[in-house]
């Protein structure tokens, strides 16, 4: 057993062996955080939010990433029992999140802002919702980014 040959390794010697990972000592609720993260900046870039990204400008990517920070977050802070805060970095991520949906519904809304071309020609608005009289303004709503 001793004539077995002894694998090469590079320049740096045993440094350049791969390294593995204790999987215990991974926290899932950070991992969970860094990849509601990581989609909510992919999800603002095909938003036109962040200007570094050339492939922006793609909604069905947005909503994807959005939603799936949005459902790592939720699932975090349903693991907290009842006692205990929410901490703020959730709380921070929570936050960021809610603007990333507001500005997702203002890029589809906004034929401008969206894939930039106008409404065709002779689209028609939608109709009013049935029994209601269109003369007749709705009261304003508060919300946490101003009335509606």
Not at 62 to 74: F, H, K, T
């Amino acid at each position: 057993m001793a004539d077995e040959p002894t694998p090469t390794t590079g320049e740096g010697g045993a440094d350049d062996a791969p390294q593995s990972i204790d999987l215990t000592q991974v926290r899932v609720e950070g991992l969970m955080l860094a990849v509601a993260s990581e989609l909510s900046t992919i999800g603002a870039g095909h938003l036109g939010m962040v200007p570094e990204m050339v492939n922006g400008g793609d909604a069905l990517q947005a909503s994807l990433a959005i939603n799936g920070a949005d459902a790592l977050v939720e699932a975090l802070i349903a693991t907290l029992p009842p006692d205990v805060a929410v901490p703020p970095q959730v709380t921070e991520m929570r936050g960021m999140i809610a603007q990333l949906k507001l500005a997702y519904v203002e890029a589809v809304r906004d034929p401008e802002q969206g894939d930039g071309e106008p409404p065709a020609a002779g689209a028609a608005a939608p109709p009013p919702p049935m029994g209601a009289d269109p003369t007749v303004q709705r009261p304003r709503i508060w919300t946490p980014g101003g009335d509606v």
